[in-house]
C-alpha cells in the first residue's frame, strides 16, 4: 500500500475539514474584528491541529481496540463500524500503530510550543486540554466517552468548537474576547451533531461492549429526536450570531446547509437498520463543513468591504 494511502487510512484523514473549518474562521474572525492575521502562525495552527485532530482519531481507534469495542462492532451482523480497521483487521501492530498515535501528538505540542513563543504561554493551555480530552475520552480511568451522561457530547463542543475557534483568535491577536465564543457555537453543535450521529451506526454493538453513549442510554427513538432538536438549535445560534452582530446578515445563507440532513431525516423512521444512518452521517458532515466555510466567507467579505 502506497504510504501516503496507508497514512490516510489509518489516521482517518478524511475528517479534517470538521477541525480546519474552526480554525480558519478564528483566523477570519481575528482579522475582521481585529486587523491582525500572521500567515506563518496560521500555518503553523492549521499544521497543529490537523496532528491534533488525527491524534484524537487514532487514539479512539486504540482504546477502543483495547477495550474490545471495536472487535464487537465487526462481529455483530449489520453494524458498521467506524474506525480505521487497522487494528481490528491485524493490518497493523498495536505498537506501531501506538507509536504513530502519539507522534502526532508530539507534533502538535511542538507547533503549540512554538505558537506560545510568538502568541503568549496561554496557548499551552489549549494544547493540553484537546489533548486530555481525546485521550481521556475512551481511555481509562475516565472514559467518559462511554459513561452516557453527555460528557462526550459537550467535550466535542469544547474540542470542535470553542477551543480551536478561540484558540486560532488568540493566536493572530494575542487576546480573548467574546466574539469568538459566540462564532464557535453554531460550527461546534453541528460537529457535536455529527459525532452524535455516527453512534447510531453501531449503538446496538456499543450497548453489547459495554460502551455507554447517549444512543445506548436513550434508545434509538428518542435519540433521533434528540438529533433533530440538536440540528435545530445548532441554526437558531446562527440565527442568533447574526443577530448580535457577529455575522453580516447574509451569513444567512448558511441556513440552506440544514436542507440535507432535514431531508434525511424524514426519511428514516424511529427504528431503522444501521446502514440507514449513513445518509444521515453524510449529510451531517457536509452541514457542519459548509455551514462553517459560509460563515467564514461571508465575514471575510463583511472585513474587506
Not at 474576547?177 to 459525532?195: E, W
Request: proline letters at 5%.
Amino acid at each position: 500500500m502506497n504510504k501516503w494511502i496507508f497514512f490516510k487510512k489509518a489516521t482517518r484523514f478524511g475528517t479534517i475539514p470538521v477541525m480546519l473549518i474552526p480554525v480558519v474562521l478564528g483566523t477570519v474572525g481575528a482579522y475582521v474584528w481585529g486587523g491582525e492575521f500572521h500567515p506563518f502562525l496560521f500555518v503553523i495552527t492549521i499544521i497543529g491541529a490537523i496532528s491534533a485532530h488525527l491524534f484524537s482519531n487514532m487514539v479512539n481507534d486504540l482504546w477502543d481496540f483495547r477495550n474490545g469495542t471495536d472487535m464487537e462492532a465487526k462481529n455483530t451482523p449489520g453494524m458498521i463500524s467506524t474506525n480505521s480497521g487497522f487494528l481490528s483487521g491485524g493490518l497493523l501492530s498495536e505498537t506501531v500503530f501506538a507509536v504513530l498515535t502519539w507522534s502526532l501528538l508530539a507534533v502538535a505540542v511542538f507547533c503549540g510550543a512554538v505558537l506560545s513563543i510568538y502568541s503568549g504561554w496561554e496557548i499551552l493551555w489549549f494544547v493540553a486540554a484537546g489533548a486530555l480530552i481525546a485521550y481521556f475520552y475512551v481511555a481509562p480511568p475516565l472514559r467518559f466517552g462511554y459513561r452516557g451522561k453527555g460528557y462526550s457530547e459537550f467535550a466535542i463542543f469544547v474540542a470542535f468548537g470553542i477551543m480551536p475557534v478561540l484558540g486560532s483568535y488568540f493566536v493572530q491577536t494575542g487576546e480573548f474576547s467574546l466574539k469568538p465564543v459566540l462564532l464557535s457555537v453554531p460550527v461546534g453543535l453541528l460537529t457535536t451533531l455529527l459525532l452524535f450521529n455516527h453512534h447510531f451506526l453501531h449503538w446496538k454493538a456499543d450497548e453489547q461492549a459495554g460502551k455507554r453513549t447517549l444512543v445506548v442510554v436513550w434508545g434509538e427513538r428518542k435519540s433521533l429526536i434528540f438529533s433533530r432538536v440538536l440540528l435545530y438549535i445548532s441554526y437558531v445560534s446562527l440565527i442568533i450570531c447574526v443577530g448580535f452582530g457577529v455575522l453580516p446578515v447574509y451569513a444567512l445563507l448558511a441556513l440552506l446547509t440544514a436542507i440535507a440532513p432535514v431531508h434525511v431525516y424524514r426519511g428514516l423512521q424511529p427504528q431503522n437498520a444501521s446502514p440507514a444512518y449513513l445518509p444521515l452521517m453524510g449529510a451531517s458532515q457536509q452541514a457542519s463543513v459548509r455551514c462553517g466555510a459560509i460563515m467564514a466567507v461571508a465575514l471575510l467579505i463583511q472585513g474587506l468591504m
